[in-house]
């Protein structure tokens, strides 16, 4: 180890010098490589396409506000929320962060996860020196018995419906018994970054019933703006009021509130929900063709722009894509999920192009052409 890294290992909070930063989709595969241009990307669950937005950046040489006007009117028109329970945020991610800071002591609260599930809430509870406590899901369920035990030693519980990666929809009932269970004792997190390819099943609605509701939401998703990076926290004012406490003082650069607006607009939304309707009609035209395939063990049901499905061998599969430049994601080191895969509902195109590969490569008895199979 050189001096360098010695010193700053030393000087540095301890739990920090082993932690591993989040793997995200794009850490494993830079999107600035070389050879980066002809890749297929179906590893981040984004959208396909980009949409054509119009930046002025005009008083770029002053700050933003602290909250853009624009983007919380159009937030507030598309949730029907009042402005004051709304928090918009550097992505999801940084809601996560936010609930965290803002009801967790370091070195003495926890924060339970339910996985196999989204890794920004184990990464974010570390970083902060916070605990993290596991009840397992069951069947992709809640272990509301397992959970609800956790009751006094835990500060915030994260539930994430639709799932990543598992993709199913959290049964609403569960979610009651957890918010009742804890109603006094601890933040509840619905994440909600998938709800778009679901919109009847959101939570929002209980916030008026239970003060101890967090709901998460991104543009980064259904909305095809993951390099935006902009998301939004739903909550109580009291919540928001309180987040607002822990959150940087000019959290929504200019150009971001511009782009987003745009995004938020009566049309804006209307094509975001004819594109994740037709994000859903390819999702489950692919569940099926995955399920005739012999090598194909099992594919989870899905709520959002994902599947993720289980193979007799995960390598061989994700290797004979990657040699052709479509990146899909390895999920086999959650806990449940050997030999399970994560692909997100491209373009038709690019799913094609992954059946034609996978029908060439692996289709040892028929050689039906792949368009009579789907
Ligand atoms: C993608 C994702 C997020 C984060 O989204 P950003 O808004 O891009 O930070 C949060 N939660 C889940 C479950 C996700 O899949």
Not at 136 to 154: R, Y
Not at 304 to 315: G, H, P, Q, V, Y
Not at 340 to 353: A, D, N, V
Request: proline share 5%; charged share 20%.
């Amino acid at each position: 180890m050189s001096q360098q890294n010695k010193l700053i290992n030393s000087l540095a909070r301890p739990e920090l010098v082993e932690m591993m930063p989040y793997q995200s989709a794009r850490r494993l595969f830079a999107s600035s490589e070389q050879s980066a241009a002809n890749n297929v990307w179906l590893n981040a669950n984004e959208a396909p396409g980009d949409g054509a937005y119009q930046v002025q950046a005009s008083n770029i040489n002053r700050y933003p506000d602290f909250q853009p006007e624009n983007l919380l009117n159009g937030y507030s028109q598309y949730t029907k929320l009042p402005k004051s329970q709304l928090l918009a945020t550097r992505g999801a991610d940084e809601g996560i962060e936010l609930v965290i800071k803002a009801f967790c002591r370091a070195y003495q609260d926890n924060i339970l996860i339910c996985p196999p599930t989204y890794g920004m809430y184990g990464i974010s509870a570390q970083a902060q020196g916070v605990g993290i406590v596991e009840v397992p899901l069951v069947n992709n369920q809640l272990n509301v018995k397992a959970i609800a035990e956790q009751k006094g030693n835990v500060k915030v519980l994260f539930l994430c419906s639709p799932g990543n990666p598992t993709g199913n929809l959290l049964p609403k009932a569960q979610i009651l018994q957890v918010l009742e269970r804890f109603k006094n004792d601890a933040i509840v997190v619905v994440d909600e970054a998938y709800i778009e390819f679901s919109p009847t099943s959101s939570m929002q609605d209980l916030l008026d019933s239970y003060d101890n509701l967090v709901v998460l939401r991104t543009l980064s998703k259904a909305f095809g703006l993951a390099g935006l990076r902009c998301g939004f926290t739903l909550a109580n004012s009291a919540i928001i009021t309180m987040l607002s406490k822990v959150i940087a003082p000019y959290p929504i650069a200019a150009p971001v509130a511009e782009i987003a607006s745009q995004a938020l607009t009566q049309d804006g939304v209307k094509q975001m929900q004819a594109q994740a309707a037709s994000i859903n009609r390819s999702r489950d035209a692919l569940s099926q063709w995955l399920a005739q395939q012999a090598w194909c063990k099992r594919v989870f049901d899905s709520s959002a722009n994902f599947i993720l499905f289980e193979c007799s061998d995960k390598d061989e599969i994700f290797n004979l894509l990657k040699a052709q430049n479509i990146l899909i994601r390895d999920q086999s080191k959650q806990p449940q999920l050997e030999n399970c895969l994560r692909i997100s509902i491209g373009s038709e195109q690019e799913l094609t192009l992954v059946k034609t590969i996978l029908s060439q490569a692996l289709d040892t008895n028929t050689q039906v052409p792949v368009s009579t199979k789907v």
